[in-house]
């Protein structure tokens, strides 16, 4: 059965998930963004109404969604009283319990992905739920796995422990792509010739652990191979002081 949503926030995991619940035959009721034009504009692609007043919200929603940034949560949600209407925030590092003042009914709704609005389709995205009643954990995973084949429960301290391995896997990995990019731009190199690379490593994961298909000097002991490295990153100290630091990783992994 298909759900009445009020989302509040217009960024990247905002305007994710009002489309993709409303591609799923959810209805979005409302959009609520502190820049009305911003919300105007996220409400009218899922055919809802834009508010910038939290006193306009619809009290007639089935689930009421906050997708800001983490340190906005809590603030947001004092501004709410919802009764026992359920409320959730997507955040994965803020507990549930910054919503027990603003509903009897509250929990999680965490998307396991990176959200970016510049995407034309919808990735795909784990989720991991929590609330503050059994029933309302049973709601959530039912509403989640109509947009998702993922779908597990985790309390605070769980959703906390994946979003720090989330936060290493993704955002640090992404920042050494950001890293090499920058190297090759300066050392007249193609970045672009890494991308198959870039792909088959990701790709191996899905079949293997990361562990046993870990290949590279660092993984052969190949000091001499490193220490060549090294020396062509001398100028780029902060590169560096990376690559000594996860091949010495690396090799106290495969001691």
Known sequence: MRKQLVIFGTGNA??????????EGHRILQVYGRDAQKAATLAKRCNAAGISDLAEVNM?????????SDSAVASLAAGLQLGNRMLVHTAG????????????????????????TERGDAPDIP??????????????????????????????DQRLRLHVAAVIVSNFTNHLYALAEAYCKKEGTDFRMLLPLISEVANRIQYASPKDVQTGPAVR??????E????????FPELQQLYAALSNSIQNMYK
């Open 14 to 23: 905002a305007t994710v998930l009002s489309l993709l619940f409303a591609e």
């Open 60 to 68: 007639g929603a089935d689930l009421y969604v906050i997708a800001v």
């Open 93 to 116: 590092s803020v507990s549930r319990e910054v919503l027990s003042g603003s509903s009897t009914n509250y929990g999680v709704l965490y998307p396991v992905q990176s959200l970016r």
């Open 127 to 156: 989720f991991l739920v929590d609330a503050n009643t059994e029933a309302g954990i049973e709601t959530l995973k039912s509403i989640a796995k109509t947009v998702s084949t993922k779908v597990q429960q985790a309390d605070d």
């Open 221 to 226: 002991h190949d000091q001499n191979t490193i």
């Open 228 to 235: 060549k490295h090294l020396q062509l990153l001398q100028q």
